[in-house]
């Protein structure tokens, strides 16, 4: 018996030794699998959450506002003291609006006045409409006012709330289910979910963009005026001058996209896009200019 | 290659002991994979899919075994043995050694 | 965005000290390997009868651990499986510096030959991916030999390229 020691040939257990190229390919791999994964997930999330009656969002919005006012906490979900003529001229324009969209009776909208000096207006879970004091004051005319509610309204109709919420929810479970998804993982599929979820409010936007266009036309008999809520937003934007990413990141559409497309579906519709706009009636615009409203 | 993890291989003879050899591969399960295993590990019972997978790196690293052995040309591989172990979180190691020897029949 | 940075940083620190403290112990290994080379290790757990021997155990460990980019890539991996070759070469500088480390001790020790090796490997937390190997035999040495032979040094003795035969 003899006995030797011999070497076996270096890198048999170890063919590889230079880790970079595959760090490249797997980080574009796992960035194209997390957005589609995210997508899938939110997509599937917010049709899901689509299927849930009006009915039981608005109970839901319910047991969360009495859980809020219990609690001693401001609630989203809260009825306004309706006793402002703001208010009555707006419900009397909401109830035009609705009957424009053709909404089905459960429906019942809530809007919501905030002082705040925001350009903005929004609607969220439960049918419950907000509409900031920033935004109402520069509005030049009646028609954009009917524009901005029909959207809005639009936007609940549609149940874009609770598909907005079902899909991120439905992203967040995706991520908790990842393994490892707390460290570098996570941040990556955060990003994809808040991608898709650009692309999904986007589509939103547009719908409702065409729905509140269709109920200006119908109120009206014309489209004119509608496009002045777009030139609004992209004058505040240019004077917030953002950055050139923003088109990518923004949850809107571009404004002057969005004026186009108007434009465009005034014409293919054949509706009238010339006529002439409605005055804001003077005692709305006094209470919204004195001091404390 | 003859590989066994007896210490001698009947009717023949070891000629020359040439050290020690080894092959060892490092496998990762995917993610969706993780997700079903971790549904069907409620009920136990075997798991398919990383059965699959461990088998595939034993063959790798048995594979790389033989590789070492033929560098030094060995034609046997003794006492060969196999260790699992897990390197990280979803990543295991297999790897089996054994003393590479040149053998001949018995005459 | 604080935290994007400290990751980029980490993984450019994780991939170039890695990089470089790899080569540096594949170098190492690789010479050692070769300066030790007359001390047999063999896998048999029969050691040649009819001479007398002393038996001494001697064991060999080592933790090494994977760099922060190797251990991030081995996490991509995790995601679509397969096979993680990042972790291949800390596996294998584990087993062969731990098995060095043993024919050191038996070359201390004056034994030329390590019967029955076996390697225990066994993962050790941490953020990045460590893990210990173990190697442990028996030396067998000449009972014949009463004092402790001196540790051997230079390649006059040992002849790297001729490998050393033990008749038998």
Do not use: C
């Not at chain 1, 419900?91 to 909208?109: C, D, H, R, T």
């Not at chain 1, 990518?248 to 002439?276: C, M, Y």
């Amino acid at each position: 018996m003899e006995y030797q020691n011999r070497l076996p040939e270096e890198g048999i257990n170890t063919p590889n030794r230079h880790p970079l190229a595959e760090f490249i390919r797997l980080t574009i791999a796992a960035v194209v699998a997390l957005i589609l994964f995210g997508l899938l997930l939110n997509f599937a999330g917010g049709h899901l959450a689509g299927l849930i009656p009006y009915r039981a969002e608005v109970w839901l919005t319910d047991r969360i506002d009495t859980a809020l006012t219990e609690a001693g906490e401001s609630s989203p979900f809260s009825e306004d003291e309706n006793d402002s003529p703001l208010h009555d001229y707006l419900n009397q324009l909401g109830a035009k609006v609705e009957q424009a969209l053709e909404m089905k009776s459960p429906m019942a909208i809530h809007l919501h006045y905030s002082d705040e000096d925001v350009v903005n207006a929004f609607a969220t879970l439960g049918g419950h409409v907000y509409l900031y004091k920033g935004l109402l004051k520069q509005l030049p005319h009646e028609n954009a006012l009917v524009m901005l509610l029909a959207h809005e309204y639009s936007h609940v109709q549609l149940r874009h709330p609770v598909r907005g919420v079902g899909g991120g929810i439905a992203v967040a479970l995706g991520a908790a289910l990842l393994p490892g998804g707390a460290g570098v993982k996570g941040r990556l599929y955060g990003l994809a979910g808040s991608l898709s979820n650009l692309n999904f409010s986007r589509d939103m936007e547009s719908q409702s963009d065409e729905n509140g266009l269709k109920a200006v036309n119908k109120i009206y008999g014309h489209t004119d005026g509608a496009d002045d809520l777009f030139v609004l937003f992209m004058a505040q934007r240019d004077e917030s001058d953002v950055g050139a990413l923003d088109g990518f990141f923004s949850t809107h559409p571009l404004d002057k996209q969005r004026i186009d497309d108007l434009l465009r579906i005034a014409h293919d519709n054949g509706w009238n896009v010339e006529g002439k706009t409605t005055d804001l009636p003077t005692e709305f615009m006094n209470w919204l200019n004195s001091p404390g409203n | 290659m003859i590989i066994t993890s007896l210490e001698y291989l009947p009717g023949m003879t070891v000629q020359r002991h040439l050290g020690l050899v080894q092959g060892s591969s490092v496998r990762s399960k995917h993610a969706g994979r993780d997700i079903m295993a971790g549904l069907k590990s409620i009920f136990g019972g075997e798991l398919v899919g990383y059965t699959e997978l461990l088998h595939e790196s034993r063959e790798e690293a048995v594979e790389r075994l033989i590789q070492q052995a033929k560098s030094i040309e060995a034609n046997a591989i003794l006492n060969v043995r196999f260790s699992t172990s897990s390197i990280a979180s979803g990543a295991a190691e297999i790897f089996v050694y054994g003393a590479a020897v040149q053998v001949a029949n018995e005459s | 965005m604080i935290d994007a940075i400290m990751f980029a940083v980490l993984l450019l620190l994780g991939f170039g000290f890695g990089q470089l403290s790899e080569k540096r112990h594949y170098r190492s290994i690789i010479r050692r390997e070769k300066e030790l080379q007359p001390i047999v290790v063999v896998g048999s757990k029969h050691p040649p009868t009819g001479e007398k021997f002393r038996q001494v155990l001697v064991v060999g460990n080592v933790v090494v651990a994977s760099d922060y980019f190797k251990s991030f890539v081995a996490s991509l991996v995790n995601i679509f499986g397969g096979r993680v070759r990042t972790y291949e070469p800390l596996l294998d500088r584990g087993r062969r510096e731990a098995l060095l480390r043993v024919k050191e001790q038996a070359h201390a020790l004056g034994a030329l030959q390590v019967f029955n090796i076996k390697y225990e490997t066994s993962r050790i937390g941490g953020r990045v991916t460590t893990i210990e190997v173990l190697a442990y035999g028996t030396a067998l040495l000449d009972s014949t030999l009463t004092t402790e032979p001196a540790m051997h040094s230079g390649s006059d003795e040992m002849s790297a390229s001729a490998p050393l035969s033990i008749a038998n």
